[in-house]
């Protein structure tokens, strides 16, 4: 029986504030962190299926005037790139990862793991769970609303990204929101339903997208993020494709400040 992690975040840039758990079950290793908690998402939360209770919120350390989201991939929780993504903020921008609820992966043999849709192949080319990205996509519709509503931040202050799965949770979710968003990060992963666009997008197709991905990935293969661009280009007027030599399914340095540089532009103090 073979287990696929698509999403194991090597990065180095977790807190060292936060204790690793290292969980081994049938050869799939998970990183678990102990949850910040925010009571200003609770209510939130806990009316939405696939999200965690918890999800780690960074409060900025000055006037808050934006925020980023960020969502995590297969087998991953919110604290997997809080550390990261508060790293490479700037002081007025508030941080948001949330967790996926464990669920029945079947690219895993039905093994439950922390995942926002079914994933049923690795082939680019093989069926997707069109109504579980949907619905996942409504959810992250409503984090950003829920956002707009609580901390007076308009859409266009709101930068959305994610890692692998939660990378293309992003893309989706974007294009597919009704109001402006600043930008998406979309790191080491591709665009769901890629055949219902450009028809599917139905706003943001102005906003800058950088796609992030290493030529040596093994799980989700640069030629993805390439369909992706190739993709995107079609409708998409500011995207952006970087490539990083020898980077596996994971992040690094260079990328990390490459995101830093993109945040600064897409979200410059006002």
């Keep these: ?15 060292s504030a936060v204790q690793k758990l290292a969980l081994t079950q049938i050869g799939l ?3 678990l962190f102990s949850v910040i908690n925010s009571s200003n ?22 006037k808050q005037t934006a925020t980023v989201i960020f ?6 929780s919110g604290n997997g790139w809080a550390e990261a993504m508060t790293q490479i903020r700037q002081p007025y921008v508030k941080v948001i990862c949330p967790s996926a609820s464990p669920m029945p992966v079947s690219l895993n043999q039905g093994f439950r793991m922390p995942s926002w849709f079914d994933l049923f192949t690795l082939d680019e080319s093989g069926p997707e769970d069109e109504s579980g990205i949907k619905e996942a996509a409504k959810l992250v519709h409503s984090l ?5 509503e609580t901390s007076n931040v308009p859409s266009s202050r709101i930068a959305i990204g994610g890692f692998s799965q939660g990378g293309a949770l992003a893309l989706y979710s974007a294009f597919t929101y009704n109001k402006p968003l600043a930008g998406v990060m979309a790191l080491s992963c591709w665009i769901p339903l890629h055949k219902s666009f450009p028809a599917a997008a139905i706003s943001n197709k102005d906003m800058p997208i950088i796609q ?12 993805w993020g390439q369909l992706t661009a190739s993709i995107l280009k079609s409708f998409a007027k ?8 020898g980077l596996m399914h994971s992040s690094s340095d260079m990328e990390l400040r490459d995101l830093k540089k993109f945040l600064e532009t897409v979200l410059p103090p006002v």
């Excluded at 029986?1 to 807190?15: E, P, R």
């Design 41 to 62: 998402f609770n209510t939130f939360a806990k009316s939405s299926a696939n999200m965690s209770i918890n999800p780690v919120v960074i409060s900025s350390s000055v």
């Design 1 to 15: 029986m073979k287990f696929v992690d698509i999403s194991m975040d090597l990065h180095n840039h977790k807190s």
């Design 212 to 223: 992030c991905h290493g030529d040596c990935d093994p799980i989700v293969p640069l030629k």
């Design 29 to 31: 290793i998970f990183s």
């Design 71 to 76: 969502l995590h991939g297969l087998g991953d």
């Design 144 to 148: 950003i609303d829920r956002e707009i």
């Design 238 to 245: 500011n995207t952006e494709l970087k490539t990083y030599r």
